[in-house]
């Protein structure tokens, strides 16, 4: 298990090198969009229509941040569950988003996408929100400002720590240490 | 009888939800250490450093733990002396809870129609649990609930015959379904008997509770040990990456129930375990 320090975007090259199990500190633009802005951008894929903003190419954070108090950029936040992202993310990597971010484990679906669209999926770590706050240099709303905490956000990013958790290989770290870790504590 | 304002009241339901956000409480950060010391896994181990990292962070900015900070429930025991004044009760507990999510950039959580879906822009409506005890005083107590974590909470009716080893195997289903989505470490609440409504609610009571404490009934302390233990045998760990520490604690709370049931609840609490207390 390797620790890597990327920049985006993550190219092809890249990614074929992180495999699930890796940890990365990520460095420069990513994209924060969750549940309702990906209803949009589904809505929009399936009638041909262009997204707000282009995402091919790009990393999309699953999350809603905290209210920004005065002096910060941004307030605080951390990954929301990337199972719910479920229904949508084929659509966006088939589309040309290269990485997603968010916590916990995801379905079966994902782990073929990936390998399909030479994709990744890393988790952060759920609730570390006063951690990943210091690392987000700048936010601006690039679009649907009317979901308030979960408009889309353009985000500029210093060694965000992150765990490769579904690599392009197929890979899926949740049930590989999970399975491991079950075995060591219920020997035969 | 003792006066009290209804201000008061608002003002510490405002101040708890600043504080719980911002703080965790002792025995939670304890837990952290002990769990890391005791974990085998290295990412597992790696969670750990960082959630006592992430609350050091958190209280040295003054800034929210996590940015969910929940659906927030309101216990309030109003000692039965209390004679209120200058206000709807009700309404001074919400307007307490709309402070403090306003004056300390807590994120607002909350949509008033659950299939509209239209934020409230000031997470009230809060849920409030009212008692009234004996004394002249009131006790409140705020747990802002993240939604992470309860949406992986749980009731079944179980029949009576399927006993102690029906609740561990329910429990233990609860926990794997939530695998790493939860948050875990995990603090796991869980209530047995009572009603439909009552075995949730004794459920998240259960995780109000320090961890450490046990239940006072030996054979309730007994099955609590008996979950732990069998939790932390998933594997699943910290973060769900694998690991010794997927709960740091079990709490039971039960009671009296109908001859033809065994009602069981589990309500899962993520590592961002926060509840904060105060006395008027």
């Not at chain 1, 479920?86 to 990597?93: E, I, S, T």
């Not at chain 2, 039965?80 to 009760?89: S, T, W």
Request: one cysteine or more; hydrophobic letters at 40%.
């Amino acid at each position: 298990m390797a620790t890597h320090k990327l920049s985006t975007p993550l190219t092809d090259d890249v990614i074929r090198q992180l495999h699930a199990g890796d940890e990365v500190l990520l460095s420069g633009t990513i994209y924060m969009a969750r549940d309702a802005a990906h209803k949009r951008f589904i809505a929009l894929l399936r009638a041909g229509q262009p997204l707000p903003v282009d995402l091919r190419g790009h990393t999309v954070f699953y999350s809603g941040p905290g209210p920004t108090k005065p002096g910060h950029v941004i307030g605080v936040v951390a990954p929301t569950s990337a199972y719910r992202m479920d229904p949508y993310a084929p659509d966006l990597f088939d589309y040309g988003v290269k990485a997603a971010i968010g916590k916990g484990n995801r379905g079966p679906a994902i782990r073929e996408s990936c390998r399909k669209n030479c994709a990744v999926s890393f988790s952060a770590i759920g609730g570390i929100s006063a951690t990943l706050f210091t690392c987000i240099k700048h936010a601006e709303v690039v679009a649907y400002e009317d979901l308030k905490a979960e408009a889309v956000q353009r985000l500029e990013v210093e060694d965000f720590p992150l765990l490769v958790t579904n690599d392009a290989h197929g890979r899926d770290l949740y049930e590989e240490e999970v399975a491991k870790y079950r075995a060591l504590l219920n020997p035969a | 009888m003792r006066q009290i304002h209804t201000n008061l009241i608002t003002d510490c339901v405002a101040a708890l939800c600043i504080d719980a956000c911002r703080n965790l409480p002792e025995d939670v950060i304890q837990g952290f250490h002990d769990a890391s010391r005791r974990e085998v896994s290295p990412l597992g181990k790696s969670v750990l450093m960082r959630l006592i990292k992430n609350d050091e962070i958190a209280r040295a900015n003054e800034i929210s733990y996590c940015h969910d900070t929940g659906l927030t429930i309101v216990y309030v025991e109003v000692g039965q002396e209390v004679h209120l004044v200058g206000g709807d009760y009700q309404q001074a507990v919400q307007a307490g809870v709309r402070k403090g999510y306003a004056d300390g950039y807590l994120r607002k959580s909350v949509v008033g129609d659950p299939l509209l879906r239209v934020n409230t822009n000031d997470n009230t409506p809060a849920v409030v649990h009212t008692d009234i005890v004996p004394g002249s005083d009131i006790r409140i107590t705020v747990l802002p609930k993240g939604g992470g974590s309860e949406n992986w909470s749980t009731m079944k009716f179980l029949l009576p015959g399927e006993g102690v080893e029906g609740v561990k195997r329910f429990v233990l289903d609860a926990v794997t379904a939530a695998g790493g989505s939860a948050c875990p470490p995990l603090t796991i609440g869980v209530g047995l008997g009572g009603s439909f409504d009552k075995v949730t609610e004794i459920a998240k009571k259960a995780i109000l509770r320090n961890l450490g404490e046990h239940h006072p009934e030996p054979h309730i302390a007994q099955l609590e040990a008996e979950l732990l233990e069998a939790v932390n045998r998933t594997g699943i760990g910290p973060q769900g990456y694998g690991g010794l520490n997927t709960a740091l604690w079990v709490s039971v709370e039960t009671y009296a129930c109908h001859i033809t049931a065994l009602p069981v609840a589990v309500n899962i609490q993520c590592h961002a375990n926060r509840r904060k207390s105060a006395v008027i």
